[in-house]
């Protein structure tokens, strides 16, 4: 018989006598086949006890549907295939628990239908049950690439993504030295670190150092946060001269810059009578 293609079926009654007419189903018979094999079956991820797989379904599926899959292994040495799942799953990923480390295991996946199971689709090699390193890497985002500001008393919360495994190991520091936990929190997960300052103060200034290291392997990068505050007045104004009218001024900056340099000041006048204040000139250098 041929996949997918439906046949007419007919039974007849037969006894001494004679054969009886034929009795036909009402709809024509489709003979079951099984599914192709999964496709693409790869590595997801290794560790020193497992061994996790991910694969896509079949190309062909055919009437009979498709139940779930059943993953297999074995040792390196051994032709025993073991079913790494007691129940069919219909997920196109899974991970085999409980093997030994440093051990090397072959990988195979079925498809299952009505029909039975398809040919197994092999993982190419053999798989070494040991942990991969990645070497970490941090990626500041663009927007901290720059000098973070934020005004006194507002919340400070900066999420560094980064890369690593296993076990990361983090550290913190701010102009060099550990940082102070009574008043900067820090989060750490295995995909990013989390600084968060609840109030910000002046104090809260500075270089803050990350460092993120896996074995062998170490990554930095720093983030330069700037607390500012509303500046002082300017100091005393002084008239230097007088001329028809104009007159020439000077003063000192503020002694209080607010933690932020000075790009300007902005100059206005009054009439003495009616004291209205008109700005003469923004932005002045």
């Known amino acids: 018989m041929i996949e997918g293609m439906a046949y007419e079926v007919r039974i007849f009654a037969v006894n001494a006598i004679g054969i009886s007419k034929p009795n036909m189903p009402s709809k024509p018979f489709v003979p079951l086949a099984v599914t192709s094999p999964p496709t693409l079956l790869a590595v997801d991820n290794v560790t020193d006890t497992t061994v996790t797989m991910k694969w896509r379904p079949p190309d062909q599926i055919g009437a009979a549907g498709l139940d779930g ?92 993504p980064f890369q690593g495994k296993p076990r990361s190991e983090l550290t913190w520091k701010k102009d060099g030295a550990e940082i102070d936990k009574n008043k900067i929190n ?52 002084k008239i230097e001269d007088v001329w028809g009218e104009n007159v020439a001024l000077s003063w000192p900056p503020p002694k209080d810059n607010g933690n932020a340099a000075i790009t300007g000041y902005t100059i206005q006048k009054a009439d003495k009578k009616s004291m209205e204040w008109f700005t003469v000139t923004e932005h002045y250098h």
């Open 69 to 160: 899959y059943v993953l297999e292994y074995c040792l390196e040495g051994i032709e025993d295939w073991i079913v790494a799942n007691t129940d069919l799953m219909d997920k196109t990923k899974f991970t085999i628990m409980g093997l030994p480390t440093d051990a090397k295991i072959f990988v195979r996946v079925k498809a299952v239908n009505a029909a039975g199971a398809s040919e197994p689709k092999y993982y190419s090699q053999p798989i070494l049950v040991k942990e991969i390193i990645e070497p970490p890497k941090i990626r500041i985002p663009r927007h901290l690439k720059q000098t973070y500001i934020r005004r006194v008393g507002e919340a400070v919360n900066l999420v560094i």
């Open 186 to 237: 820090t989060r750490n997960s295995e995909t990013d670190t989390i600084i968060f300052i609840r109030k910000a103060e002046r104090s809260h200034s500075g270089k803050y150092d990350l460092e993120v290291k896996v074995e062998k392997f170490v990554e930095s990068a720093s983030i330069d946060i700037q607390i500012v505050d509303r500046r002082g007045p300017p100091q005393l104004v």
